[in-house]
């Protein structure tokens, strides 16, 4: 079974405060680790994926590394707007009823408060 | 380019009583998803669509329930709604339902929810 593991459940920062947000999983066959940024009473947002260990990708103050075991998503000087909660989730293929689907399983996320 | 766009965004419901809500999809998407999302269980995957099959299916009784139409559109129909059905469902799409490599054609975008409330 897929998991995935975020930490801390919760962060807070003060503006300009570097730090980095962590995720762990346990997935067989990877297709690739999504992040995504939800603000309240929103949908998630699409951030990043990476695709292979050793793979980075940077916009903006964020940028999201990649190892077999855990990502990071670390966050260079933050503003106030940064905060959000952030969430990570691992994607695999699976078959059902002889279909092959790609199904992303999630982290509970990480909740950012960035104190101006 | 319009996103995904769900409907109702809110639903006030009573045990007993059931529920459908819909999505459409990215324009030129054909494949989509169903996740339910509660502060105790996070975002819990339901269903996956594409071409009007079901592809996938999460650990949900079978009261969770779902289908595509021919222009991708989807519904999920919740029957005899309990308390705990109360939460946030939320519908992605992308464009295809398997991928391979780095095209980003596996990408899954989400619209705002549904908030539904079991009273």
């Known amino acids: 079974e897929d998991q995935v593991t975020q930490s801390p459940e919760a962060l807070r920062l003060q503006e300009g405060e570097s730090s980095s947000l962590n995720c762990s999983y346990t997935v067989s066959g990877l297709r690739g680790l999504f992040w995504y940024r939800q603000d309240p009473g929103k949908g998630p947002e699409f951030l990043f994926t990476l695709y292979s260990a050793g793979e980075e990708k940077e916009k903006e103050r964020l940028k999201a590394t990649l190892t077999k075991k855990e990502s990071f998503l670390h966050i260079t000087a933050p503003k106030p707007e940064d905060s959000a909660t952030y969430l990570c989730a691992v994607q695999a293929v699976r078959v059902y009823s002889g279909a092959g689907s790609y199904q992303l399983t999630f982290g509970k996320g990480t909740k950012l408060s960035v104190i101006p | ?119």
């Open chain 2, 1 to 119: 380019k319009a996103g995904v766009t769900q409907t109702p965004r809110y639903l006030i419901k009573t045990r007993g009583q059931q529920v459908t809500l819909s999505c459409s999809p990215i324009s030129g998407h054909r494949s989509v998803s169903w996740y339910q999302q509660t502060p105790g269980q996070g975002l819990q995957f339901l269903f996956e669509y594409f071409s009007e099959t079901q592809r996938n299916k999460g650990n949900f009784p079978g009261r969770f329930s779902g289908r595509q139409f021919s222009n991708s559109r989807s519904e999920m129909n919740v029957s005899t709604l309990e308390l705990g059905d109360s939460a946030l469902y939320l519908c992605a799409s992308s464009q295809t339902a398997a991928a391979p490599g780095r095209g980003g054609q596996n990408i899954q975008y989400f619209g705002a929810g549904t908030r539904l409330s079991v009273l």
